[in-house]
């Protein structure tokens, strides 16, 4: 009984001192998750270097002075990333706004997404919708939902466009105006393929409520959308940080055209443009809408010109986009073009 009783105390020991050490650690673990939660709420810095251009870091510059806006950025919600931060302290919501609210239907063939993923894409495609009605006086309860549907196999997606478009098939995902849904071939889905979806469930709310819209328009908040993340009620957006250095290469060396000659670029211009130059169009219509989505002043021209898209399509017509900006940007386009490149030089 006395070897049992030393092996019940040393075991005691061990458990007493094992017990110190776990408290030890978890006391040490929660003060780290103290610090690290105090330093994300409260050390985000703004400040403007030599050449006027706009930063944002965890740490205050030496040299320069900034601005701690860690309490704008809870606030208003407005960062993806320490390094993609997007100002939108503009914005300033109508008097009496009430959140939109629209039915997103996800049907997927062959293809499984858990429950976390299903209510991520619900929720961003949901803030789409929200930033259209916020911003464009989109519809608060569209007639119509948002429908998706995702395939697990190439044959059958092939043949679903086969059979619903008059033959024409493709093989990227795509919003197809026909049949008013946004068709995926279904992969895991990454960062890459949800922009992806992003970008097209942003084609079928636009569609929602015009047939036809200028691709400047239609094409460059797409690809603004395609970087958004829903966290509660709260819209976070991002930017292309290598289209950002693209186009402040595009300023400085030049070769970026005033802001009424890219307007004055039809649909059909677009479409038949080599690759190379579609591809540029993206990019300069993402920065257009981006550097217009800034400013309240930018957001209230992008409504302006909506209000005046009508079904008779006359934008279409040689000049008739431009003019439309021309109207409702305070300005005109002088001072739209300016604004523009200040805002690339400016990232």
Known sequence: MKGIDNRILVKSQR??????????LVSCLLFMSLFYCETLQSEIFKWVDDQGRVHYSEEAPMQQQSEDVSGKLEAVGNFFKFDEVVDVNWYVPPAG????EVKINI????YELSYEDRIGIENSVA????SY????????SPKRDINIKVFGQYDEFEKYQLNKNNGHSTSRSHYSRRRKEVVMLGTEFTRTTLSVLYHEASHAIMHMKYRSTPNWLNE??????ELIQMKGE?????????????MKHKLREGSLQPVEYYLNISNKQWRAAPARVENSYYMIAWSLMSAMLSSQEGIDSLRAVFSNLNSSGWWKKDGGL??????????????????WRRWIESR
């Open 15 to 24: 458990d007493k001192l094992a017990d110190h050490r776990l408290c030890l």
């Open 322 to 339: 431009a003019a439309l900006f021309a109207d409702s940007y305070p300005g005109g386009l002088t001072k739209l073009d300016g604004d």
């Open 127 to 130: 803030g789409i919708y929200e």
């Open 97 to 100: 706004y009430q959140s939109a």
């Open 107 to 110: 049907d997927l063939i062959n």
């Open 234 to 246: 709260k819209i976070f957006m991002a930017y292309k940080l290598a289209w950002v250095e693209k």
């Open 220 to 225: 460059g908040l797409a690809e603004c959308f």
């Open 133 to 140: 009605a916020r911003w464009f006086d989109w519809p608060q």
